[in-house]
């Protein structure tokens, strides 16, 4: 089994067992790489692994233009820590974002920006 999918599998499988963890589990990968790993993974367990990781990290994979379903997986975050890493990001990518929201999730992430 490659490194990689090694990696995924343990991040599933900590998702299984609780969030604790999935920090240390990708704290020295590469945003890139990390960004190709939540690219395998469900819309739910993707924002599940956005939201453990700092705010800085997060908006760090999220500049990956590499990283897909960028809007749906904000989509599946806590309004309120999705607002904190897209304030992190630039001005452009949060529109980029913001233009792929659903309307609901839209007026509901806007006016925490």
């Known amino acids: 089994m490659s490194d990689h999918a090694e990696l995924l599998e343990r991040i599933r499988s ?6 604790a963890g ?18 395998q993974l469900t819309l739910h367990d993707a924002a599940q692994v956005m939201t453990m990781l700092s705010t800085a990290r997060a908006a760090e994979v999220f500049n990956q233009t590499t990283l897909s379903r ?8 806590d309004p309120s820590r999705a607002a904190h890493i897209l304030e992190d990001l630039s001005a452009d990518e949060r529109t980029e974002i913001a233009r792929g929201l659903g309307e609901v999730c839209r007026r509901r992430l806007l006016p925490k920006l």
């Open 14 to 19: 900590t998702l299984d067992d609780s969030f």
């Open 22 to 39: 999935i920090g240390e589990v990708v704290a020295e990968l590469p945003a890139a790489d990390l960004a190709e790993l939540v690219n």
């Open 70 to 77: 960028r809007s749906a997986i904000v989509e599946e975050m």
